[in-house]
């Protein structure tokens, strides 16, 4: 059984729907650990409801080479296939990146490479495009950037706010953030440059 690693910040309910596909059996993966940022992170108590390990490490204070170590050493412990960044609002070292190469996931609310960076949704609005959506990529060093493994859009109607269609957005998040992770767990993908290319 491949081993995920999650990495949140808050709410966690990318972490969440996650844990319920698999339950469901439609993701064959376990989730080793949940691994927060900070204490108060909602996710840490739904991962301790549905009786999954978790670790809290506080990033405060400490530069990104001593946090990410600690990351990994937590990481090590349960020997993981899969890091699945989920509204996890940190930068990762190369350090780390070097440690798991193209196996670490990241979702982000928006059609990358637009709107990049922190409050996406707010982003399109301001802009205002008429299509907005999510995508999940592998992580590399920069922000929001690694090749593109699936996305999915939706519209942006006239009387949406930040919070309608962050709630439309979120919807398609839980669907294909599992979709990526079963793709890139079955190994049935190539990279060509920037293009991940699912086998037929
Ligand atoms: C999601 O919108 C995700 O795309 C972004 O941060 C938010 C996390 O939400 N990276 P949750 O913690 O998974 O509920």
């Known amino acids: 059984m491949k081993r995920l ?8 309910s990318n ?9 469901a059996g439609s993701l064959d993966a376990e989730i080793a650990i949940v691994i927060s940022n900070r204490a108060d992170a909602r996710g840490l108590e739904t991962a301790h409801d549905l009786g999954i390990q978790t670790a809290c490490l506080p990033s405060r204070g400490l530069d990104r080479e001593t946090y990410d170590r600690q990351v990994l050493a937590e990481l090590d412990k349960h020997n993981i296939d899969l890091v699945c960044l989920a509204g996890f609002m940190r930068l990762l070292t190369s350090t780390f990146i070097r440690r798991y190469p193209n196996r670490i996931l ?3 609310p928006s059609l990358l490479p637009a ?8 982003q399109a609005l301001a802009h205002g ?3 907005t959506g999510c995508t999940v990529h592998f992580v590399d060093e920069d922000l929001d950037a690694g090749p593109i493994i699936l996305q999915a859009a939706v519209p942006v ?3 949406d706010t930040v919070e309608t269609v962050s709630a439309r957005i979120l919807a398609e998040e839980h669907r294909i953030y599992t979709e ?5 767990l079955s190994g ?4 060509h440059g920037r293009r991940v290319i699912a086998a037929p």
Not at 5 to 12: A, F, K, M, N, Q
Not at 15 to 23: C, L, P, Q, T
Not at 180 to 184: D, E, K, T
């Open 180 to 184: 990526a992770i079963r793709l890139v």
């Open 129 to 131: 495009v008429k299509l």
């Open 188 to 191: 049935r993908y190539t990279i």
């Open 115 to 122: 709107f990049p960076g922190l409050d996406a949704q707010g």
């Open 15 to 23: 972490f969440e729907a996650i844990a319920r596909n698999i339950a």
């Open 5 to 12: 690693g999650i990495l949140i910040s808050g709410r966690g």
């Open 106 to 108: 990241n979702i982000h």
């Open 157 to 159: 109607l006239d009387d």
